[in-house]
């Protein structure tokens, strides 16, 4: 029997500078794929004028567990901005000085798109949005109330998906990576789809929010409610963000 796992590691060991595009002077891809022709940007409330409250490190980690249930409730415009600002915001970039944001990327390649369905966001429309972390920003992807019913359906967690106030996708786009660390790269978009779940998972529990998230989803459905291209952009993380009955 074929051991995929062992495949992938033996094929993703560094350096095989063979695969260094990077090297071999191929233009080097966008940290952010481009904004439709037409599409409507939405510039969030800057990060830097958001108060959160100061919580300690040690109960906002304790502060997750897997949720069940999540109450009905909304999210504001300035919360969820405050949480994608934590999870890929740019803090420091420049002509000079390659881009830095608030997760870490091997190679500062960032290999990583952050879609959200919104369900109860403040202001917005239901419907399909991605991050502009260049801008601070959001674009439309698409609306639609039936949105958090169809990647409740795909993500096989509906009940979650469907109650949550937002639910982020990460989406990995790994020719990013892979243009600079080569087939290195591929294990560097689940490596940092950690790390930024990670940070939605501290941020919202400074701000009152819970996050379920998982890597269980029907790949094929989501592909398809996020309008995806198989080949260039991978699905790998979904992460449901909503309140509980309980205060941290």
Not at 85 to 111: A, D, F, H
Not at 122 to 145: A, C, K, M
Not at 170 to 182: A, C, D, I, K, M
Request: aromatic residues 10%; glycine residues 8%; hydrophobic residues 40%.
């Amino acid at each position: 029997m074929k051991n995929v796992g062992t495949d992938f590691i033996q094929g993703t060991r560094y350096p095989d500078y063979s695969t260094f595009d990077s090297i071999l002077g191929i233009p080097e891809p966008s940290s952010e794929l481009p904004v439709p022709e037409g599409a409507t940007v939405i510039r969030l409330p800057s990060p830097g004028r958001i108060k959160v409250p100061d919580v300690p490190i040690r109960k906002a980690i304790e502060n997750w567990e897997p949720v069940t249930y999540f109450s009905r409730s909304s999210i504001t415009l300035k919360d969820l901005s405050f949480l994608l600002w934590c999870m890929q915001g740019v803090r420091k970039t420049g002509p000079e000085q390659p881009q830095i944001r608030n997760t870490p990327s091997s190679g500062l390649r960032y290999p990583l798109e952050i879609y959200f369905v919104a369900g109860e966001v403040d202001t917005l429309e239901t419907g399909l949005y991605r991050y502009l972390p260049r801008s601070h920003s959001i674009v439309i992807e698409r609306l639609g109330s039936d949105l958090p019913f169809a990647m409740g359906d795909a993500s096989m967690n509906f009940k979650i998906v469907t109650r949550a106030a937002v639910t982020f996708l990460l989406v990995g786009v790994p020719y990013r990576s892979v243009w600079t660390l080569g087939n290195r790269g591929y294990r560097s978009v689940l490596i940092e789809a950690g790390h930024t779940c990670q940070a939605l998972i501290m941020a919202s529990a400074c701000i009152g929010y819970q996050v379920q998230p998982s890597d269980l989803f029907n790949d094929e459905r989501i592909l398809q409610v996020a309008n995806l291209d198989p080949e260039t952009q991978w699905p790998v993380y979904i992460a449901a963000v909503g309140r509980v009955e309980r205060n941290l």
